[in-house]
Antibody, heavy 117, light 112 residues
Framework: QVQLQQSGAELVKPGTSVKLSCKAS????????MNWIKQTTGQGLEWIGI????????SYNVKFKGKATLTVDKSSSTAFMQLSSLTPEDSAVYYC??????????WGQGVMVTVSS | DIMMTQSPLSVAVTPGESASISCRSS???????????LSWYLQRPEKSPQLLIY???NLASGVSGRFSGSGSGTDFTLKISRVETEDVGIYYC?????????FGGGTKLELK
């Protein structure tokens, strides 16, 4: 069965970076795109960007360009998202979600990132 | 960006009765290929969102037939028949016509 297992909660300081992971199993990792989505109480759900694990090609929401960087490691079927220059506004739950073009069919369990000094 | 507006913000339903949730987009979601790129998700309490319906009315694998989607262009509806306890949560519509893909603000379904 398809599973997306995300890394654990992070407490990080302002101005630093954090790298989140999403390990895929139960399907051919390079056959499906991977998305990252941010959820906050105030802004709701926001799509951050998408990566093609086969080619490494990416597309970002303009709002998150320069903030998020998406990469993959095909050898471990893992997708990553690095968030840089963190501020309290980056505090959120972040999901990875498989799919794109017309749906997100599988989601990770989410990871809470808290940015605080 | 395409704006997605859902109504109502919340709905309380007696178990066994039906509920409808509306979603309106700021631009028609009909692509020139004939596909309308609108999907629905349910986020149960403390859980990740899950796919219910894609392309207006296609039921995702494993999703109960009590869920149905309809609409066209800019106006869409999710109907839940014979509401059950497991249907409690927040429902979101999402457009996939143009990046950035955008979400509605959500509709919270509660039981009376």
């Amino acid at each position: 069965q398809v599973q997306l297992q995300q890394s654990g909660a992070e407490l990080v300081k302002p101005g630093t970076s954090v790298k989140l992971s999403c390990k895929a199993s139960g399907y051919t990792f390079t056959s499906n795109h991977m998305n990252w989505i941010k959820q906050t109480t105030g802004q709701g759900l926001e799509w951050i960007g998408i990566i093609n694990p086969g080619s490494g090609g990416t597309s970002y929401n303009v709002k998150f360009k320069g903030k998020a960087t998406l990469t993959v490691d095909k050898s471990s079927s893992t997708a990553f998202m690095q968030l840089s220059s963190l501020t309290p506004e980056d505090s959120a739950v972040y999901y990875c979600a498989r799919g794109g073009s017309s749906l997100f069919d599988y989601w990770g369990q989410g990871v809470m990132v808290t940015v605080s000094s | 960006d395409i704006m997605m507006t859902q109504s109502p913000l919340s709905v309380a339903v007696t178990p066994g009765e039906s509920a409808s949730i509306s979603c309106r987009s700021s631009k028609s979601l009909l692509h020139s290929n004939g596909i309308t790129y609108l999907s629905w998700y349910l986020q149960r309490p403390e859980k990740s969102p899950q796919l219910l319906i894609y392309q207006i009315s296609n039921l995702a694998s494993g999703v109960s037939g009590r869920f149905s989607g309809s609409g066209s262009g800019t106006d869409f509806t999710l109907k839940i028949s014979r509401v059950e306890t497991e249907d409690v949560g927040i429902y979101y519509c999402v457009q996939f016509l143009e990046v950035p893909w955008t979400f509605g603000g959500g509709t919270k379904l509660e039981l009376k």
